[in-house]
Structures are given as C-alpha cells and as structure tokens.
C-alpha cells in the first residue's frame, strides 16, 4: 500500500473558493493520483476526438449502413464486457502497472488502425479487439487503485480521475469537430489516426508507478532438492493452502457483491437514458429543437466536473454510501417523470422542463457514482481487489449493453407509462443497493470489540 497522500481532512475542508483546478492540484502530490491523472488527461482527449467522430466515420466515409454501424458498437461493447472481468483477474496474478500499461498502448493503436478501416469486415474486427483492450486496461487500472490507496482516499480518486476523464473528453470532442467541418475521408482518417496515438501515448505516465500498486507476489510450490532428488514439501503445501484460499475468497462465491454489481449495473443503465433515450425523445415527442441534444450534453458536463470531487466525500463510509445512493434513486424517479412531461408542450416551455430533467438526472448519476465506488471497494475482499473490481466493471459492461434495448423498451415505445416504468427500475435498484449498504455496515459494527 502506497503513502495515502495529502492529509485528507486538509483536502476536505478547504474552502470551495480554491476552485477545481486548485482542488485538483492539491491531490497531485500523491504521485500515484498525479500519474493516473497525467495519463487519463492525455489518453482521454485522443477517447473524445474518436467518440466525436466514429459513427459518422462508419456510415460517411466507411460506407456502413446504420444497423451495421450499431452491430459494429454492439460488438464491441460485447468484447469489453469479458475484458473487464479478465483486466482484473489477471491484476491479481501479474503487475497490474504493466499489464495496463500494455493493454492501454495497444488500445491506442488499434484506435488508430481505424483509420485504415475500408468495409464492414475489418471495422468489426478492429472495434471488438479495440473495445476488448479498453476494458481490460480499464479494470486493471481498477485494481491499481484498490490498492494503490487508503480507503478513505480511493473514491476520492475515482472522482478527481472522473472530473479529469470528462474534461478531456469534451476537449477532444472540440478537436474531432475539425474532421465534422471538412467532410473529407482524409480528414476524418488523419483525425482518428492522431486520436489514437494520443491514446497510446497517454499511457506513458503509468510506467512512473512503483511495484506498490501491483498485487503481493503469491507463494510458490518448493523447488526440487538436487541432492536429495525431494521437493521442499512445506514451501509446497502453503503453495496449496493459499491456492485453495484464493479459490475461496472468489468474487463468484461472494453473493452480496454479485448482487452489488448487478443491482449497479441496473441503475448503470441510467447513462443510456442520456445517451439514447433523452436524444430519441426530444426528436420524436418534443417541440424542442435538435440542438438540445448538445445543450444538455454541455449541462451534464459541466456539472459533473463541478460537483463529482465533492459530492464523494465520505462515501467509503458504508452507510454514507447507501444513502447517497438512494437520493440518487428518487433524482432518477425525478429526472424520468419530468423528462415525460416534456412532450407536446411550447418549445420554450419544453427547454425548461428538459434541462430541468438534466439536472436532476446528472446530479443522480454524481451520486450514484460516488456510492457505487466506495461500496465496490469496501466491500471487495483485498486479497482478490482486481478480480474484485473486474466482476464490477463486467456487472456494468452488461448494465451498458442492455440499456438501449431496455430504454426503447420502455420509454421510447410507451411514452409516459414507459418513463415511469423505467422510474421505478431505478428506485428499486437504488433500494436494493441502499438496503445492502445498511446491512454490511451493521455487520461490520458488530464485528467490531467493544472499548474496554
């Protein structure tokens, strides 16, 4: 375990007039924190130049038709969902610096190799094998976290890394707007080809970290005496005994985990209502104009950068993060109820209630977010963090696959009736996450001895 950094009570109760950049420097000096942060700015930026552009790649310059364009994105998303529990387990066995270090390099290329994209055939083989690398450098780096800080730091992490990563993003997305306003297949290849090696490059800053974050070095069966011709039998049965409580401690055998992970990847789904159900609605059942679309995107940015460092405080706390968790369930049955209403109304009026709607829900997906990291460390067995983090990550790959068909589903096809059915999915996982918050914290206080 690393230096946990900077006094956190220093951090926490600094005035807010330091303002994000000053809050964000003041964690730098964990040189683990400064490393993650200087590889996600960089390698994030080359994410939202490709995300700006790749659809449009597809079906533009590519030639893809639209259902081949999205069974390429299914597919893709499909391969990261077993990239995530994998990231992880093999974290737990190996480096876990290296083995990010390396899958994020060769993520990068393969994002650049798009540029090179000419048919269906050779898109599909290039985003599954992209989307594959991505996740499991993304779970692998969940591992480094883990274990890289104090527990009162990691979720602290996650959000400064969070804010950094939509930063980046939105400023990428600036970028690949150069490629929208040529129009030309050179353009847009030059775009993602310089995306790419920028995603490459970003990963350089994760060879500063020390062998502190990687997993202990595991016990190996004795050595073969070469005298005696014997094989060192106490060295070998601890090799065994360790095996044997590894299989144990596996995430697969820990039933409130799994049912953390798959109550959050429920609630996950709430980013596919922003991204596919919110669009859809405004063009088909609103008098809003299109351009709403990127209105509401800049207003979830900015508030996610704004608020998800402080809205973190605290969540390594069981109970703060059940709690928090459940605000973020009646924001969800909010922000679904009102984006409903938005239907048929002026379109003035209409902008009003939409952006309303996004902030309700922005401000749920802050929070859910805050408890759903602190309660995926808390309670993840140490031992086994990596495969740990990699059974959460695939809990919520799954929630992102699911969320379009669940979303058009519901909302999309039934209109009012369908918003509110989504509503009280949310609410329910929120409840359910909220309730094994509550419970573990209950335990863990009894375990604790009572002062003499």
């Not at 692998?140 to 890394?161: K, N």
């Not at 996950?268 to 990127?294: C, D, H, K, Y």
């Not at 209630?353 to 805050?370: D, N, P």
């Not at 929630?399 to 209109?415: D, E, R, Y």
Request: aromatic share 8%.
């Amino acid at each position: 375990m690393t230096s946990p950094g900077p006094d956190t009570d220093q951090l926490e109760t600094a005035p807010e007039a330091r303002g994000l950049f000053a809050r964000i420097s003041a964690s730098l000096s964990d040189p683990v924190l400064r490393a993650l942060v200087t590889a996600t700015a960089v390698s994030r930026v080359g994410r939202g130049v490709f995300l700006a552009v790749t659809v449009l790649f597809f079906t533009q310059i590519v030639g893809l038709s639209a259902t081949e364009a999205a069974v390429v994105l299914a597919v893709s998303s499909g391969c990261g969902v077993v990239a995530s529990f994998l990231g992880g387990w093999l974290a737990d066995r190996w480096s876990a610096r290296k083995l990010t270090f390396s899958f994020e390099v060769l993520g990068g290329l393969l994002l650049a190799a798009y540029a090179f994209a000419g048919d269906f055939l050779s898109a599909l083989v290039l985003a599954s094998l992209s989307g594959f690398f991505d996740s499991i450098g993304h779970s692998s780096r969940s591992a480094i976290i883990a274990r890289g800080f104090a527990p009162d730091r990691r979720v602290h992490a996650r959000a400064v890394l969070r804010t950094v990563t939509n930063l980046s993003i939105a400023a990428g997305s600036g970028f690949g707007a150069i490629a929208l306003a040529l129009g030309t297949p050179e353009s847009y290849r030059l775009v993602i080809a310089g995306a790419g090696m920028l995603c490459a490059v970003g990963s350089l800053p994760l060879l500063r970290l020390t062998a502190a974050v990687d997993a202990p070095a595991r016990t190996k069966a004795g050595p073969l005496h070469t005298e005696t011709g014997s094989i060192d039998t106490d060295a070998t049965e601890a090799a065994a005994a360790e095996r044997k409580d590894w299989g144990r401690r596996s995430p697969w055998r820990d039933r409130r985990y799994l049912l953390l992970s798959a109550l959050s990847a429920i609630f996950g789904m709430q980013f596919g209502v922003a991204e596919l159900g919110v669009p859809l609605w405004i063009t088909r059942n609103t008098n809003a104009p299109e351009v709403m679309v990127s209105v509401l995107l800049i207003v979830n940015t900015t508030l996610v950068v704004l608020f998800q460092v402080r809205a973190s405080r605290g969540t390594h706390d069981l109970r703060v993060a059940g709690r928090v968790t459940m605000i973020a369930g009646w924001l969800m049955v909010v922000a679904c109820l009102v984006y409903a209403l938005a239907a048929g109304l002026p379109a003035w009026i209409a902008i009003v209630v939409l952006i309303t709607g996004t902030i309700a829900h922005t401000f749920a997906e802050i929070l859910s977010q805050a408890g759903a990291w602190g309660l995926s460390f808390e309670l993840a067995d140490p031992v086994r963090a990596g495969a740990y983090q990699g059974v959460f990550g695939m809990g919520f790959s799954l929630g992102a696959l699911a969320s379009p068909l669940v979303v058009n589903a519901t909302a999309i096809t039934f209109g009012l009736a369908g918003w509110a059915i989504l509503a009280a999915i949310f609410l329910a996982a929120a409840a359910g996450i909220w309730v094994i918050a509550r419970r573990a914290a209950a335990a863990a206080s009894a375990t604790v001895p009572a002062p003499a």
